[in-house]
C-alpha cells in the first residue's frame, strides 16, 4: 500500500501511526498540538475546522510533508504567500479557518513541503 493512505479517525489529533509501508509516520493535526518530526519521514494532515496552532519541531524539508484535507485548491499557496516568522527563526503559517502550523527552525516555508 502507498504511503498515501487516509487517516481512519481511530487517531485524533497530534497521534501518529506508521503507514502501512513502513516508510513514513503520518500524524493528525488539529487543536493545539506538539508534533516532533525525526527517525521515519512524517506526513502531517492539516485538516480544515480543526483549529488551533500547531507547533511541528524537527521538520525536514526534503523528507517530511504537510498533507492539506478539506481545504479549497488555493489554500496552500495563500498560507505560503502570508507566511510570518514565528519570531524565533521558523515559519507560522495560517489557514483560512484560524489553523495555525509553526514549523520550527524552517525560515520560510515553500510549495515542496507540501505532499
Same mark, same amino acid.
Given at each position: %500500500?502507498?504511503?498515501?493512505?487516509? %487517516? !481512519?479517525?481511530?487517531?485524533?489529533?497530534?497521534?501518529?501511526?506508521?503507514?502501512?509501508? =513502513?516508510?513514513?509516520?503520518?500524524?493528525?493535526?488539529?487543536?493545539?498540538?506538539? /508534533?516532533?518530526?525525526?527517525?521515519?519521514? /512524517?506526513?502531517? !494532515?492539516?485538516?480544515?475546522?480543526?483549529?488551533?496552532?500547531? #507547533?511541528?519541531?524537527?521538520?525536514?524539508?526534503?523528507?517530511?510533508?504537510?498533507?492539506?484535507?478539506?481545504? =479549497?485548491?488555493?489554500?496552500?499557496?495563500?498560507? /505560503?504567500?502570508? $507566511?510570518?516568522?514565528?519570531?524565533?527563526?521558523?515559519?507560522?503559517?495560517?489557514?483560512?479557518? =484560524? #489553523?495555525?502550523?509553526?514549523? %520550527? =527552525? /524552517?525560515?520560510?516555508?515553500? $510549495?515542496? %513541503?507540501?505532499?
Amino acid at each position: %500500500m502507498s504511503a498515501e493512505l487516509a %487517516m !481512519d479517525g481511530r487517531f485524533g489529533a497530534g497521534h501518529c501511526r506508521p503507514c502501512e509501508d =513502513g516508510a513514513k509516520k503520518r500524524c493528525a493535526a488539529g487543536g493545539n498540538e506538539a /508534533i516532533t518530526a525525526g527517525g521515519l519521514s /512524517i506526513l502531517i !494532515d492539516v485538516r480544515a475546522g480543526s483549529g488551533g496552532l500547531e #507547533t511541528v519541531s524537527g521538520f525536514r524539508a526534503s523528507i517530511d510533508g504537510l498533507h492539506l484535507v478539506g481545504y =479549497g485548491s488555493s489554500e496552500q499557496a495563500s498560507a /505560503i504567500a502570508t $507566511q510570518a516568522s514565528d519570531g524565533r527563526g521558523g515559519s507560522l503559517l495560517a489557514f483560512s479557518d =484560524g #489553523t495555525r502550523v509553526d514549523l %520550527m =527552525g /524552517i525560515a520560510a516555508a515553500n $510549495q515542496t %513541503m507540501f505532499a
